[in-house]
């Protein structure tokens, strides 16, 4: 193919791809993903001189991504704001911007067929389109990313003039890249390793120096041990079931390379998709061209599948590595006086089977205004009806923020229920903002798993919530926090005296203390099961039994409480009895991952023995 005629189509699938992504744009409003609206959020209080916040206010927390897309919304947010909406024809520009990039890399790594084919297959993919003008890091990260590969193989096949300049150009792209999203480690480790074995100290020492300072600079304007994920202490165990789970939903969706179909016709195209993943690699290996983009593949996969959160668009930026690999494939089958033909019909085919997909994203978009959200009702009310000041739970606190004004806390990640109320009063949070019904397929599971856990806790606690609005289109429902939050504070307060006062040996003190906190709070799961404890401790092990029974009674999921009712039984003799609530303390133990009480209960279930 004459350069000519390669940029001529290439030029085609950008004019294209810019027509379907503009009828797309409304398809995902700004402030839907959550993450766009922190990033709008923190690019506006950055060109307040307030650094990167979560809110427009200086005493917010700083925001927890790295700063770089931020810093780059800065200027177009001066300009557009408060029409953020406008924000979408940005992204569009980088969206497009990358397309051209990926055919450029793939036309060097190949040839312009190579490059045509797998930037026109990308464009396409309703992965793409879906994003394609959503406020995220993406699709600049991919620019960069892409921009950083193409520069390195060039200083790493010794052809590029501007060594100086060129080995500073890769420098700052690869800063950029982890400023955008701190995966670009993978980028940074894939172009330092293939330098190295190149003997190309020199680009391979740059890119070290801009991880190094880029890690520093993001220290400096977020904060980053915040983020739930990153601080987590996962053990082995929890590892493993993490990249399990990321492994079934990849290979589920097909790593979104084809949209997933109906089975058994599923199975068989993963089958026929994994067979050319592994082709093209080994396609790659016979001819030696095996290198930096395979060890940034590698280097992403293992982080990917690492990570505890699973969504479509993380795949994106090796989503064009992995139709790289296909198109080699059929490539290599086809044989060279065929492999034009061959290409023309996989990306027929793709287009066919990506047309239905496309579709839909472009009719959901079109049958939207270009300021419309999924959450549009539920904001004019919350404008209209809630009192200024008012601090908001939901999933998606950012994004509330940016649309209605109110500032927000994110539903708490514990596990017991009466832990979760705790957050709820601590935070002084005001109203719950559920969204149980629409958690789309790109939405994380455990975002729909702790709205619904939250939502539980409010049918626990009927005195502490009232429902003031429900939408049924949407599926969101509002509560009120209708408890007394002082007397909550004031009841909690004498319960962690009960604790120090127990821990000390004054059971007798402790159970006075115990006794202020029900009467300022008659059902408090906690005070309930330490006073249990403390009866029992003291030979009263029908008032124990009675305690842990009330406890149990309004919090059937306390695991503590079914253990301690268990241990009760087990002094009265009642065996049978301390083995249902051992089980039971198992059970919601497990649900609560608390190992600790978990290998309790098992070890008191085998020194019962087996039962009748």
């Known amino acids: 193919m004459s350069r000519k005629t390669a940029l001529a189509a290439i030029a085609a699938v950008i004019a294209a ?207 980053t041990t915040r983020y739930g994920v990153m601080k987590q202490s996962m053990g082995v165990m929890k590892s493993v079931e993490i990249v399990l789970q990321n492994l079934q939903y990849y290979l589920s969706e097909n790593f979104f390379i084809v949209p997933r179909i109906s089975e058994p016709y599923n199975t068989v195209i993963l089958i026929v998709l994994v067979t050319l993943l592994a082709l093209g690699l080994v ?80 009719k959901a978009s079109l049958s939207r205004g270009f300021r419309e959200t999924i959450y549009d009702r539920p904001y004019r009310w919350m404008k209209e009806h809630l009192p200024a000041g008012a601090v908001i739970m939901s999933d998606h606190p950012p994004g509330l923020y940016l649309c209605t004004g109110f500032k927000g806390v994110v539903f708490s990640g514990e596990r017991a229920s009466y832990n979760r109320l ?50 049924a289109g949407s599926g969101v429902v509002i509560y009120r926090v209708t408890g007394d939050r002082d007397s909550y504070l004031e009841a909690y307060r004498h319960l962690m005296s009960a604790y120090r006062l127990s821990q000390a040996g004054d059971r007798q003190q402790a159970l006075e203390e115990l006794s202020k906190c029900l009467g300022r709070r008659p059902l408090f799961p906690e005070a309930l099961n330490l006073k249990g404890s403390l009866m029992l401790e003291g030979g009263d092990r029908d008032g124990a039994i009675e305690t842990f029974r009330e406890l149990l009674a309004y919090s059937s999921g306390f695991a503590k409480g079914h253990y301690n009712l268990g241990r009760a039984y087990r002094e009265s003799s009642r065996l049978e009895e301390a083995r249902r609530e051992f089980e039971a303390a198992f059970e919601c133990a497990k649900a609560e991952e608390d190992i600790a009480l978990m290998e309790g209960a098992l070890k008191q279930l085998r020194e019962l023995g087996p039962g009748k």
């Open 17 to 223: 791809a810019c027509i379907l992504y503009s009828l797309s744009m409304n398809c995902v409003a700004v402030g839907e993903l959550n993450d766009d609206a922190m990033y709008v959020t923190a690019a506006r209080a950055f060109t307040a001189g307030q650094g990167m916040r979560e809110t427009f206010d200086p005493e917010a927390p700083k925001m927890s991504f790295p700063p770089g897309f931020p810093m780059l919304l800065a200027i177009p947010v001066l300009i557009v704001w408060p029409d953020f909406w406008l924000l979408r024809i940005f992204a569009l520009i980088f969206s497009l911007a990358s397309i051209y990039m990926l055919y450029r890399y793939f036309t060097r790594c190949s040839d312009s067929l190579q490059g045509l084919a797998v930037a026109a297959l990308f464009a396409l993919s309703p992965v793409t389109v879906l994003y394609s003008c959503t406020v995220m890091a993406d699709f600049p990260y991919l620019l960069c990313s892409f921009a950083a590969l193409y520069l390195a193989e060039r200083l790493k096949s010794r052809t590029d003039k501007g060594e100086w300049q060129s080995v500073a150009l890769l420098a700052c792209l690869a800063l950029v890249s982890f400023w955008l999203r701190m995966i670009g480690v993978s980028l940074i480790a894939a172009i330092v390793i293939a330098m190295l074995l190149k003997r190309r100290f020199l680009p391979a020492l740059a890119c070290l120096t801009a991880s190094a300072l880029a890690y520093a600079g993001i220290g400096f304007f977020s904060d």
């Open 283 to 362: 396609i790659r290996w016979k001819k030696g061209a095996m290198g930096m983009l395979d060890l940034y593949l590698l280097g992403y996969s293992c982080l990917l599948l690492t990570y505890p959160y699973f969504s479509n668009r993380l795949v994106m930026p090796i989503l064009p590595v992995l139709l790289h690999l296909i198109v080699i494939s059929i490539r290599e089958i086809a044989g060279q006086r065929r492999e034009k033909a061959a290409i023309v019909l996989l990306c027929v085919l793709m287009t066919a089977a990506y047309a239905f997909h496309d579709v839909s994203i472009v």
């Open 422 to 471: 705790r957050h709820i009063y601590f935070g002084n949070v005001s109203y719950i903002f559920f969204n149980p019904d629409l958690v789309g397929a790109s939405r994380v599971s455990a975002v729909e798993s702790l709205s619904r856990a939250h939502l539980i806790t409010v049918a626990e606690n009927p005195r502490d919530f009232e429902k003031v609005y429900e939408d």
